[in-house]
């Protein structure tokens, strides 16, 4: 079952989206036409006056890597999809800026009186990191709002404690057993090992909270010194220490040392643009509702169903009961609209090559996305991926499984243009 299709009237007026069967139908019959491959929407040769159209709402999962999305029609899930957000790659880019940028003054190639103080910050400023994170849900959720009658939205306002999870005695008996961090503590060590045991790597089955260093040795219940492990890992480890429990498995002893050392930065970077990203959605005008974690998580475990970004959101608030419609969600990876860096410097510093100021070559330019159909060589084939062009018109295609090249323009044709997106689609869940 895959998602639902959008349709727009000729006057690009939003109508009630259609099961992919019948939006085939209406294209073989000539009614409509291919209006956009992502989300893939058709628009009808014709208008409608007063359509008849059912209330649509949004249903958004925020996540400091990977969002969740959800189009529910009533309790129908009729569209989702997973945002992959690009911030580790902006903070690498930048501190790559700043790199050469500083490079560039100590050789003295020019010469510019410090500037101290003169840089003011905006009210609610953000990193740019974290405000692309924002950005990326607020173009998605305009986009579904141009192709789809959405009349609600609704976020999940999830909030780590990061205080209580790094001193959990800081207030009482009362807060660290409450609902706050014990939930949010158990989600933030999910996704930090990977939802599998520390110890021996099983999934898809019931996992504690473990202490690495026993706590009746002294260890503490800081979320530095938690894991998760199964059922019997946890009892064959007991009370002893992580080295003599690993001593035969180096490998796995140096991988939990190192991960339980690891910042909180995906909990603080959820913290930062939760409110946020509210106020944004808010300025959509749509009514905007909020649920918990621990809500979310609970109408999951009620339902069945498994663990994953969009059946989170489609689990977002008050849910009585979901009839999924869709199971193949639209995979979507934030790529960016490139740089506007004029001169390639190599691994030193240096400036080793300039770029042309032309974007397009032979109709394409960087970011595209296109079928090739290549009729000899090593990658003979047809291949759906993203371009990177050049001028000579010989380009690379990355597809999902690894790097196409060469792939000539004269064997490209246009999928989808460049609109700062890469898009995919999930296995079928079961």
Not at 47 to 65: F, N, R, V, W
Not at 76 to 87: F, N, P, Y
Not at 89 to 100: E, F, G
Not at 276 to 294: D, M, N
């Amino acid at each position: 079952m895959s998602n639902f299709v959008f349709v727009l009237d000729t006057n690009k007026q939003p109508l009630e989206p259609v099961t992919p069967g019948l939006a085939r139908r209406m294209l073989n019959q000539g009614k409509a036409a291919v209006y956009k491959r992502y989300p893939f929407t058709i628009i009808l040769n014709y208008s409608c006056d007063k359509p008849l159209t059912k209330s649509h709402e949004i249903k958004i999962d925020p996540g400091s890597k990977t969002t969740g999305l959800a189009v529910l029609q009533g309790d129908k899930i009729i569209w989702a999809a997973e945002l992959v957000h690009r911030g580790n790659h902006i903070t690498c880019d930048l501190a790559s800026r700043s790199a050469i940028r500083r490079n560039r003054r100590n050789r003295k190639t020019r010469y510019r009186q410090p500037r101290f103080l003169n840089r003011t910050r905006t009210p609610g400023w953000l990193p740019p990191s974290l405000a692309s994170r924002v950005s990326n849900i607020v173009t998605w959720v305009n986009r579904l709002r141009r192709y789809v009658p959405v009349t609600a939205i609704s976020q999940e306002l999830v909030k780590f404690d990061t205080q209580a999870m790094q001193f959990p005695e800081i207030s009482g008996i009362e807060y660290t057993q409450g609902e706050l961090a014990g939930y949010e503590i158990r989600q933030y060590l999910l996704e930090k090992w990977g939802r599998k045991c520390a110890y021996c790597g099983i999934k898809n089955t019931p996992l504690e909270v473990e202490h690495i260093h026993a706590k009746s040795k002294g260890g503490s219940s800081r979320v530095s010194n938690l894991t998760l492990a199964c059922r019997n890992c946890n009892l064959a480890k007991g009370n002893r220490d992580i080295t003599d429990f690993l001593s035969e498995k180096p490998d796995i002893l140096s991988r939990v040392l190192k991960f339980a050392c690891l910042p909180l930065k995906d909990a603080a970077a959820v913290n930062s643009t939760r409110r946020v990203l509210f106020e944004k959605l808010q300025q959509t005008g749509l009514p905007v509702t909020t649920g918990t974690g621990g809500q979310t998580q609970y109408n999951r475990t009620r339902m069945g169903l498994p663990k994953s970004h969009w059946l989170d959101a489609a689990c977002v608030g008050k849910v009585k009961q979901l009839v999924i419609l869709t199971r193949q969600p639209l995979l979507i990876t934030a790529k960016g609209w490139g740089n506007r860096q004029m001169c390639t410097p190599n691994k030193y510093g240096f400036p080793s090559k300039h770029r042309t100021r032309c974007k397009t070559f032979f109709g394409f330019q960087t970011g595209d996305m296109v079928k090739a159909v290549l009729p000899i060589g090593k990658f003979a084939g047809t291949h759906v991926g993203r371009l990177a062009v050049r001028e000579s018109g010989v380009f690379d295609l990355r597809t999902a499984w690894g790097k196409i090249s060469p792939v000539r323009h004269k064997y490209c044709k246009t999928v989808h243009r460049n609109d700062g997106y890469m898009y995919g689609f999930s296995t079928l869940v079961r």
